[in-house]
Each structure stands twice: as C-alpha cells, then as structure tokens.
C-alpha cells in the first residue's frame, strides 16, 4: 500500500514531467483510435461495396477462373438454370444473379463510331438492391427488362453525345468471336465517378445473352449469404451442390481482389499499431528513464532502509501505470471525440480519385468506432506504459545504497 | 505473276474475281511442257488458268467446329472482275441478311439487325470472319499485296498420295498479315491442295487444305472444299464447301454497289 501512495506522490512531485508522459500516452492513445478507425471504417467499407457488388461466392467455369483476369467471352455456364434453381433453393443462399460482361464501341447515329463501352447485363435486382446504379441516375429512369433498353454511364454519354430517347448501337462480339450488332433505347444516364458505372453500358440479361450468342447462359453467377464474413460455411455446402459439379465456387475470402489484401490489412493493422506503441513507449522511458536518474540518490536511501530491488521495480512501475491510467483515460476522450464525429460525417473526396478503383466506392467515407477498439488502445497504452516504464525501474533495482549516496 | 498464285487461293475461299487482265482459260495453260520441267511461273501460270476467272457466283457453307460447338453459315456468294466480291448470309437466322461487299481494297459490312453498314478496317482486318478460322484480311487480299511475294520452288512431295510442288513464298514487304507462305500444287491438277502461313517469327499461323476438286466448263478445275486451321487459336477449325458453282455468268452491277448491301 506505501509503495502504491509512494508511487501516486512521486508521480505528482514533478507535474511537468509527468504531464509530459501522460501526453506521450494520451497522443498514442487518441491516434491510435483515430487511425483503427479510420481503417476498419473505410476497409469496411471497401469490402461491403467489394462483396455486395461482387458478391460472397462466385460461381464460374473452371476455364473461366484460370483467365478470368481476361474475363474470356468464350468460358461460360451455357445452362444457367439449373445452376440458378440449386442455388436460389439453397439453404443459406440469400441471392443469386447471373452476371454478363462483355465489350461493345457504341454508336448513336448513322456511322458506326470506335467508341468502346464496357457492357453489363443482369438482371434488374441485381443493378438496384447490389449495384445500387438505379440511384446513380443523373438523367431518366432505370431500364425495363425486355423492352429494348438501356442505361448509359455519363461518361459514354458524353463521349458518344447520345440524348435520352437515342437509339444506341451496341456492335459486341459473340462467344465464338462473331460480329454481334444489337441496339437499344436509351432511357438512362448514371453517375457515379467509377468507370465501373460511368463507362458501362447497362442492358437487361437477356440482351446481354443474345449479345454473346449464350441464350440461357452466362458468365458467372453471384452469391450473397447473410453474414460476409460467415461466408466458409456456406461456400463449403454451395461448392458440394450436385448441379455445381464441374463449375468453380470460390469465396470472396480467396478470390482477387480481396483474397491476397485480409493478410495484408492484418499486417497494416499491426504495423501501426506497433509503431504508435513504439513511439509512445519510447516516450514513457524517455521521461521514466529522467526520472530514475534524478532520483538515484533517493532510491539508494530507500534501498539502505530496506526496500527490496523488487520493491523498487514496482515504485517505479506503479507510477508508470498510474501516469498511463490517466493518460490512457485522457487519449479515448481525445480519439472518441473525433471519430464518433467522423463516423457520423464522414470525409468526401473528389469522384476522380476514385477512377481506378476496381469497383464503385461512396464519395463519403467514414470512421468505424467500436469499443473493441477503444479497449484495444487503452490496453496498449497501459501495456506501452509497463514496457516504457521497465527498463527504468530494473536500472533502479539495480542501484546500490552506498554508492548511490557517495554520489552527492 | 506471283500475285496470280496468290489469289488463287483467295479466289476459292471467297468466290472472288481476283485477277486482271481478264484470265485464260483452262485450255489456255501451259500444260504443254512436261511437269518436272516446268519453272515456278509457268506452275503459277497453269494455276491461274484453273482459278481465275470473270465472274462467278457460288453457294458457300462454312462450318466453324469450335472448342464447345459447331456452326453453320451458309452464304451465297458473287465475283467479278479484278476488285470485287459481294456475300450474303443465308443461314443461321442469327446472321441471315448480313452483307458483305468488297470494292478494290474496301470492305463494308451490313448488319440487317441494327439496319448499319460497318466499314472493315484496321485490326478488324484480321479477326475472325464470324469467328471462323479465317479472317476479313484473308478476304481482302489483293493484287497489291501479292505483289508483295517472291516464289521459289522448293521441291516435290507427295500431298495424300499426289505428286505435288512445294512453293515457298516470301514477302518483300514484312508488314503484310503473312510474312511467309509454304504451299503444294498438285502437279496434274495445277491447283494447290495445301498452304501453310508464317508469322515474321516463323511460327505458323494457319494451315490450309483443299480437296474435292472438281472439273468445271472449258476443263477448269476448281477445288471446291477447303478447311482451315488458325494455328494460333485452341481447339478450331474451318471448313468450306463450295456448291452450285457456275463461271462466266452475268451479274447484275448493283450487286457490287453500297445500294445492294442495305437492299432487304
């Protein structure tokens, strides 16, 4: 209990250094929150768009899988239906859609321009409740299914100068290579800042089919289940279907583009979370270490009344500890407060950066606070705290009474 | 003459007019010398006496055996003269109406599905014709581009028990689709029954046979199946079977006019 009072009045004794200390841990608390934050929440983020667009599962031809970067016109799933029946029956199986996506240069007008267009054909739920286009509009309506039309991503529709009303024509190629001519109406303009909505034409499944010459068939079939990140157990009994046999069921746990970036975003996460330890561990026994040193004199006295060298590693501790308890307390209302605004407001950034990325990302992104978190850096701070704070305090155990008060 | 020998084999393939001056007849080749004796032009000589010709009109069936299917078209198809050649696909009824028409070295195509006429240009030259073996380039070869060939008689071999000439001919001009051309005549027939295409690397590109040549008026012989294999493609082949074919006839001149391409 002496050492507890003796440790709690040392660590007031010089307030500066250990406010100093204090604000070491409060700085690697609060950044360490808004850092964990900011990565779950826009992580999150990614891997919902990623997985609500992409899917949970995907189901394609084995031929298909080993190009599938080429995304091959030619390896298909020539009888969807089956496919579709087992799966849409499946228990856990949210949803399926069967996706199609193929290449076509657009024209509007009587010459036939050079104008490429990426072209997808689903079905209508997928582009509203997954893709989420419909609420992209910029100009008109969605499209209705077997009426000949289509949806336009802003960007084609300005390169192409095509108007609602326009009949567009789509000059694609067949699965066997064949010219395949098609045209449609243009009912809609979608924007969103990603190529993968203002450079795609958008076409109902059964135009998309006709365009590749694939008449019940398609390229791939989507899977959502209820829960991402509970997705094993289903692929599991998905990939064991009878009417999947031959066809390739993977997870988007190990399928590009997410596959090879979980490991790499664990590593990221504990990078940083190591650095800002470090750096604020560094920092305790930086003012710890001050504090050991000044104080020689009056450990080799306690040292000569009898306090044992473990006596004198946990004085020292102990006031580590409690500099860290505050500082640690002080570092979550200055992480919280900011994050919990961030989470609610979010930060936005111009559409244009999002013009490489591989699938469509809100414009505002946001903070994930969770008390995981904020635990997590508490810990790490009173943990950063012990580690900063040992060494010190074994350099004070090892002090000699005699020669320490030789020294004055 | 080198550019004779070449559209021989574009003359069977499309049913085009390939050559000017209007050609010699069959009974015009120089057949006199022995075959043994005969140089390279004389053998090209003898073989555009077979293959040229000033008009012709023909029924074609293509059939493109694909990794995971077979299609069928059949089309029918109009020559004349030096320059031009018109198509028309029959069947599938995916294709039917669609028009080919080559002018000199223009090429237009008419897609009756969206009522557009679209020019054959560029690298579309050489893509696959429906996603056959065979490619609108190949279609569009023309006396340019033959001139372009330097033959040398390489020897005689036996093509499915026939004696035969093997020619090699070498491009002048690297630029051209196929740098570098192997083909064996028959040397009773004066037709040749096969030709392989390089790549300016050497690696073969495609390889062609003809076969079922068949005797025509004035003694022409004419092969009238042709399959084609493109070398860099899996799992591919192309088959021609020419039918109803008739030489010499009259055809009407807006059939190789823009006007006959968007005619319903």
């Given at each position: 209990?002496?050492?507890?009072?003796?440790?709690?009045?040392?660590?007031?004794?010089?307030?500066?250094?250990?406010?100093?200390?204090?604000?070491?841990?409060?700085?690697?608390?609060?950044?360490?929150?808004?850092?964990?934050?900011?990565?779950?929440?826009?992580?999150?983020?990614?891997?919902?768009?990623?997985?609500?667009?992409?899917?949970?599962?995907?189901?394609?031809?084995?031929?298909?899988?080993?190009?599938?970067?080429?995304?091959?016109?030619?390896?298909?799933?020539?009888?969807?239906?089956?496919?579709?029946?087992?799966?849409?029956?499946?228990?856990?199986?949210?949803?399926?859609?069967?996706?199609?996506?193929?290449?076509a240069t657009l024209t509007v007008g009587e010459e036939i321009g050079?104008i490429?267009g990426?072209?997808?054909?689903?079905?209508?739920?997928?582009?509203?409740?997954?893709?989420?286009?419909?609420?992209?509009?910029?100009?008109g309506?969605?499209l209705?299914?077997?009426a000949g039309e289509l949806v336009l991503?802003?960007?084609l529709a300005?390169?192409t100068g095509a108007k609602l009303g326009d009949e567009v024509v789509l000059l694609?190629?067949?699965?066997?290579?064949?010219?395949?001519p098609s045209k449609g109406t243009l009912v809609g303009i979608?924007?969103?800042?990603?190529?993968?909505?203002?450079?795609?034409v958008?076409v109902?499944?059964?135009a998309?089919?006709?365009?590749?010459?694939?008449?019940?068939?398609?390229?791939?079939?989507?899977?959502?289940?209820?829960?991402?990140?509970?997705?094993?157990?289903?692929?599991?009994?998905?990939?064991?279907?009878?009417?999947?046999?031959?066809?390739?069921?993977?997870?988007?746990?190990?399928?590009?583009?997410?596959?090879?970036?979980?490991?790499?975003?664990?590593?990221?996460?504990?990078?940083?979370?190591?650095?800002?330890?470090?750096?604020?561990?560094?920092?305790?026994?930086?003012?710890?270490?001050?504090?050991?040193?000044?104080?020689?004199?009056?450990?080799?006295?306690?040292?000569?009344?009898?306090?044992?060298?473990?006596?004198?590693?946990?004085?020292?501790?102990?006031?580590?500890?409690?500099?860290?308890?505050?500082?640690?307390?002080?570092?979550?209302?200055?992480?919280?407060?900011?994050?919990?605004?961030?989470?609610?407001?979010?930060?936005?950034?111009?559409?244009?950066?999002?013009?490489?990325?591989?699938?469509?990302?809100?414009?505002?992104?946001?903070?994930?606070?969770?008390?995981?978190?904020?635990?997590?850096?508490?810990?790490?701070?009173?943990?950063?705290?012990?580690?900063?704070?040992?060494?010190?305090?074994?350099?004070?155990?090892?002090?000699?009474?005699?020669?320490?008060?030789?020294?004055? | 003459?080198?550019?004779?020998?070449?559209?021989?084999?574009?003359?069977?393939?499309?049913?085009?007019?390939?050559?000017?001056?209007?050609?010699?007849?069959?009974?015009?080749?120089?057949?006199?010398?022995?075959?043994?004796?005969?140089?390279?032009?004389?053998?090209?000589?003898?073989?555009?006496?077979?293959?040229?010709?000033?008009?012709?009109?023909?029924?074609?069936?293509?059939?493109?055996?694909?990794?995971?299917?077979?299609?069928?078209?059949?089309?029918?198809?109009?020559?004349?003269?030096?320059?031009?050649?018109?198509?028309?696909?029959?069947?599938?009824?995916?294709?039917?109406?669609?028009?080919?028409?080559?002018?000199?070295?223009?090429?237009?195509?008419?897609l009756p599905s969206v009522d557009r006429?679209?020019?054959?240009?560029?690298?579309?030259?050489?893509?696959?014709?429906?996603?056959?073996?065979?490619?609108?380039?190949?279609?569009?070869?023309?006396?340019?581009?033959?001139?372009?060939?330097?033959?040398?008689?390489?020897?005689?071999?036996?093509?499915?028990?026939?004696?035969?000439?093997?020619?090699?001919?070498?491009?002048?001009?690297?630029?051209?689709?196929?740098?570098?051309?192997?083909?064996?005549?028959?040397?009773?027939?004066?037709?040749?029954?096969?030709?392989?295409?390089?790549?300016?690397?050497?690696?073969?590109?495609?390889?062609?046979?003809?076969?079922?040549?068949?005797?025509?008026?004035?003694?022409?012989?004419?092969?009238?199946?042709?399959?084609?294999?493109?070398?860099?493609?899996?799992?591919?082949?192309?088959?021609?079977?020419?039918?109803?074919?008739?030489?010499?006839?009259?055809?009407?001149?807006?059939?190789?006019?823009?006007?006959?391409?968007?005619?319903?």
């Amino acid at each position: 209990m002496n050492l507890f009072r003796l440790a709690f009045l040392n660590a007031t004794r010089n307030r500066t250094r250990s406010l100093l200390t204090a604000g070491i841990i409060v700085g690697g608390t609060a950044l360490f929150i808004i850092a964990m934050s900011w990565l779950d929440g826009v992580w999150g983020q990614i891997l919902e768009e990623g997985t609500l667009q992409g899917g949970h599962i995907e189901v394609v031809t084995p031929e298909y899988r080993a190009r599938a970067s080429l995304r091959p016109q030619d390896e298909n799933i020539d009888d969807l239906a089956p496919v579709l029946d087992a799966l849409r029956s499946h228990e856990g199986v949210v949803e399926a859609h069967p996706i199609i996506e193929t290449g076509a240069t657009l024209t509007v007008g009587e010459e036939i321009g050079d104008i490429f267009g990426a072209v997808m054909g689903a079905e209508e739920r997928y582009f509203t409740e997954y893709m989420d286009v419909d609420s992209k509009l910029v100009e008109g309506r969605w499209l209705k299914e077997g009426a000949g039309e289509l949806v336009l991503g802003w960007k084609l529709a300005q390169r192409t100068g095509a108007k609602l009303g326009d009949e567009v024509v789509l000059l694609g190629v067949t699965q066997d290579g064949s010219m395949s001519p098609s045209k449609g109406t243009l009912v809609g303009i979608a924007r969103s800042g990603s190529p993968l909505i203002d450079r795609r034409v958008f076409v109902d499944l059964a135009a998309a089919q006709w365009s590749l010459d694939l008449e019940g068939g398609a390229m791939k079939v989507l899977v959502w289940g209820e829960d991402r990140e509970e997705v094993d157990e289903l692929h599991a009994s998905v990939a064991a279907l009878p009417a999947l046999a031959g066809l390739d069921v993977g997870s988007w746990k190990t399928l590009p583009p997410w596959g090879g970036q979980l490991g790499m975003m664990d590593a990221i996460r504990f990078v940083l979370m190591f650095m800002i330890a470090f750096l604020a561990g560094l920092g305790v026994w930086n003012t710890m270490m001050m504090s050991v040193l000044e104080r020689t004199n009056e450990i080799g006295v306690l040292r000569a009344m009898g306090m044992t060298r473990a006596g004198a590693v946990f004085l020292f501790l102990f006031e580590g500890v409690a500099i860290a308890i505050l500082g640690g307390i002080g570092g979550v209302i200055a992480g919280v407060l900011p994050t919990l605004y961030m989470s609610k407001n979010g930060f936005s950034y111009p559409e244009s950066m999002m013009a490489k990325m591989e699938f469509a990302l809100p414009t505002t992104l946001y903070a994930e606070l969770s008390s995981e978190i904020v635990a997590l850096a508490f810990m790490t701070a009173i943990f950063t705290a012990v580690i900063g704070t040992m060494l010190p305090a074994l350099r004070a155990a090892t002090i000699q009474p005699d020669s320490a008060m030789r020294r004055n | 003459m080198m550019n004779r020998t070449t559209l021989t084999l574009l003359a069977a393939l499309l049913a085009t007019p390939l050559v000017a001056p209007p050609p010699a007849s069959a009974e015009d080749a120089p057949a006199a010398a022995p075959a043994e004796e005969m140089t390279v032009q004389q053998i090209l000589d003898a073989i555009d006496a077979n293959m040229v010709f000033e008009s012709r009109t023909t029924k074609i069936k293509m059939t493109v055996e694909g990794k995971k299917r077979t299609r069928t078209f059949e089309m029918i198809s109009y020559g004349r003269g030096k320059d031009d050649s018109a198509m028309e696909y029959v069947t599938p009824a995916r294709e039917k109406g669609t028009k080919m028409l080559k002018l000199g070295d223009d090429m237009w195509m008419y897609l009756p599905s969206v009522d557009r006429t679209q020019k054959i240009s560029g690298h579309m030259l050489r893509k696959g014709m429906m996603g056959s073996d065979l490619s609108y380039d190949d279609m569009m070869t023309t006396e340019q581009m033959a001139q372009m060939y330097t033959p040398t008689l390489l020897g005689s071999e036996d093509i499915d028990g026939r004696p035969a000439w093997k020619i090699e001919l070498v491009a002048n001009d690297e630029s051209v689709a196929y740098p570098k051309r192997l083909q064996w005549v028959d040397k009773e027939l004066f037709i040749p029954v096969q030709q392989e295409l390089f790549a300016l690397s050497g690696m073969k590109l495609k390889s062609w046979r003809m076969g079922k040549i068949k005797e025509f008026e004035g003694g022409r012989q004419f092969p009238t199946w042709m399959e084609i294999v493109d070398e860099v493609k899996s799992d591919s082949k192309t088959t021609l079977e020419f039918g109803e074919m008739t030489f010499g006839v009259e055809l009407e001149s807006e059939i190789f006019s823009q006007r006959w391409l968007e005619r319903k």
